[in-house]
């Protein structure tokens, strides 16, 4: 395959791959830097990166504010000519905040999905930050890049299109995820490939696109590809790895995962995600609320009053390795992980310029 690379900034990507954040906790600095120093795209979870901090619960936001800083300087030790960004969820409060404070830690780009990142241009203006909003539809492409386009006279420097077998939260209605089969998405990436053409040629510069959900092997990322992308972003591939962030017991969850085990869950956020089937999903299931340790008022689409459990505590519990109350956020293919490997080992299977 012809070797095939693109820029952020002034930065050249060597390898075509993003590495998805995973929040909360499960890429942080160690699994960016490795992912960077490899030539790809290492991204460190902005969904509360302190949550390790010891004044967490009672001083969060500062707590994480601190801890932008601290996993940024750990993957830039470990990379310190790499590409490191931050993924931000549009859904959380203070999110003009934190982008503030990843762009004085000196990111290179800010990935933003969970909702329409509209106002995320005047976050980071002054900044070289590069920015690059997730869509999963023709429709969504077209209301981020038009808006983009008419109040801030700019685009985006990245696209990140998730399909449907993406891990985490997702960027489609349930009946979406009935409808859409590979063959139907294969054509709704091309339409959103067609949009992003269309801004290419108004700005005068290339808007690489990468894609995501379900790409595990070589013949994956070929077929990516084979429909117009320039890269692909692999998330749930790099959680049984050595160097990932997580708890060793969140790693083998993975490796013990069989198919019947993922399912579709509906998140506090309000949005359907994709995770494992565990104890906390049967407590919910049976009517069970689950009390908060401490309300955050972290997302601003969750209602305390009503929601099953908190989502902060559940990823928390993941990153930790405590699997009877976490939410196990995953990739639709994540059950066939089968041993821990390295960042390195599952970057090489990609086997990206072999024909």
Excluded at 7 to 31: R, Y
Aim: charged fraction near 25%; glycine fraction near 10%; proline fraction near 5%.
């Amino acid at each position: 395959m012809e070797k095939k690379t693109f820029a952020i900034g002034k930065k050249e990507v060597k390898v075509p791959l993003l590495q998805g954040g995973m929040g909360v906790g499960i890429s942080l600095g160690g699994l960016a830097g490795a992912v960077a120093r490899e030539g790809a795209v290492g991204i460190i979870s902005a969904a509360h990166p302190g949550y390790r901090e010891p004044d967490f619960y009672q001083n969060t936001v500062e707590a994480n504010k601190r801890a932008i800083h601290k996993e940024m300087e750990k993957a830039r030790k470990i990379a310190p000519d790499g590409i490191i960004g931050f993924n931000i969820m549009v859904a959380m409060n203070y999110y003009e905040e934190y982008v503030h404070e990843i762009v004085k830690a000196g990111a290179d780009i800010i990935v933003s999905g969970a909702g329409l990142p509209a106002d995320l241009p005047a976050y980071i203006e002054g900044s070289d930050v590069a920015i690059a909003p997730i869509v999963s539809t023709e429709k969504s492409a077209k209301v981020i890049l038009k808006y983009w386009d008419r109040k801030y006279k700019r685009t985006a420097d990245l696209l990140v299109i998730e399909g449907p077998l993406a891990g985490g939260h997702l960027g489609f209605h349930v009946k979406q995820l009935e409808e859409f089969t590979p063959e139907l998405y294969d054509e709704e990436v091309k339409k959103i490939l067609g949009i992003v053409r269309q801004y290419e040629e108004k700005y005068g510069h290339k808007i690489p696109v990468v894609l995501a959900g379900g790409i595990r092997s070589h013949e994956d990322y070929v077929h990516a590809m084979s429909l117009g992308v320039d890269g692909i972003q692999v998330a749930s591939r790099f959680v049984p790895t050595e160097e990932c962030d997580a708890d060793i017991r969140y790693k083998n969850a993975y490796i013990q995962a069989q198919e019947k085990d993922i399912e579709i869950v509906k998140s506090p956020v309000g949005m359907p995600g994709r995770a494992m089937h565990n104890k906390l999903m049967d407590r919910v299931a049976g009517g069970e609320r689950v009390p908060a340790v401490k309300c955050l008022n972290c997302i601003h689409t969750c209602n305390p009053a009503t929601t099953p459990y908190c989502i902060t505590d559940a990823l928390i519990h993941a990153a930790k390795g405590e699997l009877d109350e976490a939410l196990l956020f995953c990739g639709g293919k994540a059950y066939e992980a089968d041993h821990i490997g390295t960042v390195k080992e599952v970057i090489d299977s990609y086997r990206f310029f072999e024909e």
